[in-house]
């Protein structure tokens, strides 16, 4: 049944059909240093072509695609960088993301959803072929690419559990990757101790993190499988960060209750996720993300928070609160 009495158009058809130009633009001014450049006060086509070392042809046409799509504006012939471009696409702003964009648009990523007709009809994407594969490089990437975005929800989560000041702490970073959540942590809190989990390959980039920021002494690497290594017992806190949403429902209660049993009575589990509402499509920033999901796991998905307090209940978490952050993601936390 028809709902929309507007007239119908083909925009949107076209507008995805050629979404990929989108992400070349974003791309190809990210490795020209445009929005730098522009930031910097080359604001003429000659100008930023001279900064970017790029033809005048291929700026004039570039900025204007930019323009177009929201990344700059234009005003008597000059280009300027808007708000949002000037914090996250500047390499003078310490929020910057260009690194960001190598990790969503890495091969081992993009190739997944080259066939996504077959991944619908099979409903999963077999393990080796899936991001989720033992030790799979792709996750270096992601350590080294995407601290710029973590570090806002990191700091988020070390607020929400009030750990400056609380004392000595034994601190479970699981999947811990670049391990700037626990770092974070033991940043607040000196009397934190902080075991990090995960492949070794990643975890050499958590433990380089550590050191850079001051904390090497008090963080520990564990390699292996979250599914499988003995971290041990007697932990204050549990980190989950962005790990959940790998994998079903039932495999997630399972190792939550392994979370559960390496906790202290009262000790609490931080899982960072994209929540969608219950209707599943909304807000979109979160809702989107089980896409991702059905294209490069086996079995992931965006949970609504019922689902996600309904796993943590039966793992034994007695109580469950959430504290949304601002943009796409959740804090939700489980205390035994």
Request: aromatic fraction near 8%; include cysteine; proline fraction near 5%.
């Amino acid at each position: 049944m028809l709902t929309d009495t507007a007239a119908p158009s083909p925009q949107l058809f076209f507008d995805t059909a050629q979404a990929y130009q989108r992400t070349a633009a974003l791309r190809a001014a990210i490795e020209l240093d445009l929005f730098t450049a522009i930031g910097d006060g080359a604001e003429t086509v000659p100008a930023i072509a001279a900064q970017c070392k790029a033809s005048e042809r291929g700026t004039r046409i570039l900025c204007d695609y930019l323009t177009i799509i929201g990344f700059l504006t234009k005003t008597d012939g000059r280009y300027h960088l808007t708000l949002d471009s000037s914090v996250f696409l500047s390499k003078r702003s310490p929020a910057y993301f260009g690194s960001v964009v190598e990790f969503l648009g890495a091969p081992g990523v993009t190739r997944l959803f080259d066939d996504l007709a077959g991944t619908v009809r099979r409903g999963s994407v077999p393990k080796a072929d899936s991001t989720v594969a033992d030790e799979n490089p792709l996750w270096q990437e992601f350590a080294r690419s995407m601290v710029p975005m973590i570090m806002p929800s990191s700091q988020a989560i070390a607020d929400i559990l009030g750990v400056a000041g609380a004392g000595p702490m034994r601190v479970l970073d699981i999947a811990a990757g670049h391990g700037i959540f626990g770092i974070a942590i033991a940043q607040r809190n000196p009397q934190a101790e902080v075991v990090a989990v995960d492949w070794a390959g990643v975890l050499r980039l958590a433990t380089e993190n550590a050191a850079k920021m001051g904390v090497a002494a008090r963080h520990t690497a564990l390699a292996g499988d979250a599914f499988k290594v003995d971290w041990g017992a007697g932990y204050d806190i549990a980190l989950m960060t962005n790990f959940l949403h790998h994998f079903d429902a039932a495999t997630n209660t399972t190792l939550l209750t392994k979370v559960a049993a390496s906790l202290k009575p009262g000790g609490r589990v931080a899982v960072l996720e994209f929540v969608p509402n219950e209707d599943r499509i909304s807000p979109p920033e979160s809702a989107t993300f089980a896409m991702q999901m059905l294209g490069n796991t086996p079995s992931g998905d965006a949970y609504p928070l019922s689902q996600l307090t309904a796993m943590l209940n039966a793992a034994g978490f007695a109580t469950v609160s959430a504290h949304p952050l601002q943009g796409a993601q959740t804090v939700v936390v489980g205390t035994k």
